[in-house]
């Protein structure tokens, strides 16, 4: 099974600054690596997918990079409405997909 | 537009059965990869089960052998049947579309399942 792991657990960030969420993979998954937000009560929301490929509709603030083990969420300019939970998942080990834990995004 | 809708979560004593269902607008279940998701509570997200459309099935290693994936063409519905169910399968559960199989792109607004005596 590929471990992801993200970090930080919980990240302290004021409206309209930067944010930028990382995600590890314990072996390489390529480019195979989506984003999803999450908002309490709400299901996932799709935001990013192939490491770098915007979702429909996503706001370009939002930006994915890596490839391997190594990716990177950023947030450009932090909306009041992005202060959620974000999951990066993978999608090159299929059919046995895993997701990290987690990164809330809070109001510093 | 493209929705999932699912239902049939509950209340159910350990040992029992519950079967969830997802009913899917705006595209075809049977042309698209399905999953379930799961998410217990407070927690992280958990891929459960997978059918692909040619029909093959997948499961995690945590629900192997007690739940079953399907699907009903004729109305355009995607099912879970879990049995043998245990306290840790309490979560909220998700349908979710998967591309070729690869990231999922529309999700329901998930169904609570919570196993409790």
């Known amino acids: 099974e590929i471990v992801m792991t993200q970090s930080p657990a919980t990240l302290s960030v004021s409206p309209g600054e930067r944010a930028t969420l990382s995600c590890r993979a314990s072996q390489s998954v390529s480019s195979n690596l989506a984003w999803y937000q999450q908002k309490p009560g709400q299901a996932p929301r799709l935001l990013i997918y192939?490491?770098?490929t915007r979702a429909t509709g996503i706001p370009a603030r939002f930006s994915g990079s890596g490839s391997g083990t190594e990716f990177t969420l950023t947030i450009s300019s932090l909306q009041s409405e992005d202060f959620a939970v974000y999951y990066c998942?993978?999608?090159?080990?299929?059919?046995?997909?895993?997701f990290g834990q987690g990164t809330k995004l809070e109001i510093k | 537009e493209v929705q999932l809708v699912e239902t049939g979560g509950g209340l159910i004593q350990p040992g029992g059965s519950l079967r969830l269902s997802c009913a899917a607008s705006g595209f075809t279940v049977s042309s698209n990869y399905m999953s379930w998701v799961r998410q217990a509570p407070g927690k992280g997200l958990e891929w459960v089960s997978v059918?692909?459309?040619?029909?093959?099935?997948y499961y995690a290693d945590s629900v192997k052998g007690r739940f079953t994936i399907s699907r009903d063409n004729s109305k355009n519905t995607l099912y879970l049947q879990m049995n043998s169910l245990r306290a840790e399968d309490t979560a909220v559960y998700y349908c979710a579309r998967q591309p070729r199989g690869l990231y999922f792109d529309y999700w329901g607004q998930g169904t609570l399942v919570t196993v409790s005596s």
């Open positions: 192939g490491a770098s």
């Open positions: 059918i692909y459309s040619g029909g093959s099935t």
């Open positions: 998942q993978q999608y090159n080990n299929w059919p046995q997909y895993t």
